[in-house]
């Protein structure tokens, strides 16, 4: 693929990705079908001076925010009750206003030892699971030309993503 602005170009990389949570797609008996979903363990969040590293966030290309848990917020040191927005989401279970902030930086570790990072990213406060620490959402992947996710990777389930890069 040829960027359209040949000033541009793109770059791919890849996150590693483990799977959480219970599988029984070849035997769901009476039971609804279940699969593992995938999660990335080496999340990195900045705020101001404060670093929390190696969060564990569910891989959800369903979701259109990136959600952090009430616990990861307090640790960045922001102030739930001032957030920058609050924003009422729905869910199958129902409506919820939630807080929103701008954070310094998020951090994926890749597998090839470096690091994918956002700057200046929206946020939101909410708890999924006890077991995750927040969501990768579309507001944080949409900058993307394209990704693909491989849980069938020889070296480990993945995200690939290419984005398009100025040179300069």
């Not at 079908?33 to 404060?50: D, F, I, K, M, R």
Request: proline share 7%.
């Amino acid at each position: 693929v040829i960027p359209s602005n040949p000033e541009l170009t793109f770059d791919s990389v890849s996150i590693p990705l483990a799977l959480f949570g219970f599988d029984n797609h070849e035997n769901p008996g009476e039971f609804p079908t279940e699969v593992a979903n995938p999660v990335h363990t080496q999340t990195s969040l900045v705020q101001g001076t404060t670093q929390v590293s190696n969060q564990r966030f569910l891989f959800d290309t369903g979701a259109q925010l990136t959600v952090i848990s009430t616990e990861l917020a307090q640790s960045l040191g922001l102030d739930l009750e001032n957030p920058d927005e609050i924003i009422e989401v729905l869910g199958a279970a129902g409506g919820a206003q939630i807080p929103g902030f701008v954070v310094d930086e998020l951090s994926l570790g890749r597998t090839d030892g470096g690091t994918l990072k956002f700057t200046n990213v929206w946020v939101y406060v909410l708890d999924i699971d006890p077991a995750l620490d927040g969501i990768l959402g579309m507001n944080l992947l949409n900058t993307a030309n394209q990704f693909a996710y491989d849980p069938y990777h020889p070296e480990g389930s993945r995200a690939t993503f290419s984005f398009f890069v100025n040179p300069n």
